[in-house]
T-cell receptor, first 113, second 114 residues
Framework: DQQVKQNSPSLSVQEGRISILNCDYT??????FLWYKKYPAEGPTFLIS?????DKNEDGRFTVFLNKSAKHLSLHIVPSQPGDSAVYFC????????????FGTGTRLTIIP | DVKVTQSSRYLVKRTGEKVFLECVQD?????MFWYRQDPGLGLRLIYF???????EKGDIPEGYSVSREKKERFSLILESASTNQTSMYLC?????????????FGQGTRLTVV
């Protein structure tokens, strides 16, 4: 049972345009959400997070939006750059601090120069 | 910077062998995790540990065991390797403090079982 879903396995975006990556979850107990970026042959690196008390968090070119009623979050990257080409995973947890992360299946983002 | 180091980048083992994957973190983190990454399946949690000598099963613990004798070290053991355990294995750690669940990952171990 996949509790965190990323329904788009891949996405191609022109350089300079906005990239929007989507993630849905089914467990209403999740209260903390994260995005990770992964290059081939490397471990995932943390990108940005959001707690369930917020609906938006911004860090430079990256913004995460959370819609709790729809159990949906999205990551916006603007403007997209070639170095953004990677696999992006969303993750969710139940409790702050101690709880394990449940990951989605990932979306491969390709930025076209 | 937090550093999570996995002992090998690439491993090739034979079916039936006992395999040890080692992970060390240098930030005095309470929590440590082992995930595997497979195409189309994302990252799936195998085992995790909240403290020394403590361990809990994740979503796919069958065929694996773990050991945490020291806070900084978390080992994953494949008791009898099988070809369906060919995968990318990722170790992670987090500080377990309220307000943050960010986990830091090692570089991964690509294990091939032949």
């Amino acid at each position: 049972d996949q509790q965190v879903k990323q329904n788009s396995p891949s996405l191609s975006v022109q350089e300079g345009r906005i990239s929007i990556l989507n993630c849905d979850y089914t467990n209403s107990m999740f209260d903390y959400f994260l995005w990770y970026k992964k290059y081939p042959a490397e471990g995932p690196t943390f990108l940005i997070s959001i707690s369930s008390i917020k609906d938006k968090n911004e860090d430079g070119r990256f913004t995460v939006f959370l819609n709790k009623s729809a159990k949906h979050l999205s990551l916006h990257i603007v403007p997209s750059q070639p170095g953004d080409s990677a696999v992006y995973f969303c993750a969710a947890s139940v409790d702050f601090g101690n709880e394990k992360l449940t990951f989605g299946t990932g979306t491969r983002l390709t930025i076209i120069p | 910077d937090v550093k999570v180091t996995q002992s090998s980048r690439y491993l090739v083992k034979r079916t039936g062998e006992k395999v040890f994957l080692e992970c060390v973190q240098d930030m005095d983190h309470e929590n440590m995790f082992w995930y595997r990454q497979d195409p189309g399946l994302g990252l799936r949690l195998i085992y995790f540990s909240y403290d020394v000598k403590m361990k809990e099963k994740g979503d796919i613990p069958e065929g694996y065991s773990v050991s945490r004798e020291k806070k900084e070290r978390f080992s994953l053991i494949l008791e009898s390797a099988s070809t369906n355990q060919t995968s990318m294995y990722l170790c992670a750690s987090s500080d377990g403090q309220p307000g943050t669940t960010e986990a830091f990952f090692g570089q991964g171990t690509r294990l091939t079982v032949v």
